[in-house]
């Protein structure tokens, strides 16, 4: 091991040994949510809605060609913020995020993990921008949603409070009464590292390829695993 490697263990130990809470995000360092309902699918077929209603100049041409379904939510939130329009179109995201929970891909390491961090008496919460209904679907599905209830933050009709605004992990903190010193964020994106920042929570970032790690480390993510097996060995030590 070299002295860099040891270095980084030996933080990534203080990090996970002084969490009293862990808040996850849910797709991604839980799931991949969309891995056998693609987001790409979905989010073609809400912008299909939107142009059948005649819709069209609501987004611009790179919204209308995103492959992210939250990217056509929250363009159109920004020029028609609170409306029915906009309630409407959350709801059938959320729908297509429920569904999308059936397929789901477990991370790897990540139930194991989730009910050893539970075993050891730390408190658990989801932190996510997906639904909390999808959140709350998938668990159930894996036999988790206990580790997490009543815990379980997500989209709201509020969607200019979603991370990188620090809305729900703040929601959390209070609800649990923890301290943001005493907590951990484990997250998937700048946005998760962003929102763990404002919210004075230490973040870990979970990468599942180089990609993603690039991006979180250029975000501004110190540290930054590609496998959430070393944090489940150190627990179980």
């Not at 729908?95 to 050891?120: C, G, N």
């Not at 009709?157 to 605004?165: A, G, M, S, T």
Request: glycine content about 6%; overall charge neutral.
């Amino acid at each position: 091991m070299t002295a860099e490697t040891a270095k980084e263990t030996e933080k990534l130990w203080e990090l996970i040994t002084r969490a009293r809470v862990v808040l996850w995000d849910f797709d991604g360092p839980i799931c991949r949510l969309f891995a056998g309902h693609t987001a790409a699918r979905v989010a073609v077929e809400l912008v299909e809605w939107l142009e059948g209603r005649g819709l069209h100049s609501l987004l611009t041409k790179t919204e209308r060609q995103s492959l992210d379904p939250q990217v056509v939510l929250r363009a159109v939130d920004r020029r028609h913020p609170g409306s029915d329009l906009v309630a409407e179109l959350e709801e059938r995201l959320t729908q297509e995020e429920v569904r999308a929970a059936a397929s789901a891909m477990p991370t790897a390491y990540a139930d194991p993990l989730i009910r050893t961090w539970k075993a050891t008496g730390s408190r658990l919460a989801i932190a996510t921008n997906n639904s909390p209904r999808a959140a709350r679907t998938y668990l159930e599905s894996r036999g988790l949603v206990t580790c997490f209830t009543p815990h379980i933050y997500g989209r709201t009709q509020d969607l200019h409070r979603l991370k990188p605004d620090p809305h729900c992990l703040n929601r959390a903190l209070s609800a649990m009464g923890a301290a943001p010193a005493a907590a951990l964020m484990i997250g998937d994106s700048p946005s998760d590292f962003d929102a763990a920042q404002e919210a004075r929570v230490p973040f870990l970032g979970y990468a599942r390829n180089e990609r993603k790690a690039k991006l979180l480390r250029e975000g501004g993510a110190e540290h930054v695993v590609g496998s959430l097996e070393p944090l489940l060995m150190m627990l179980r030590e």
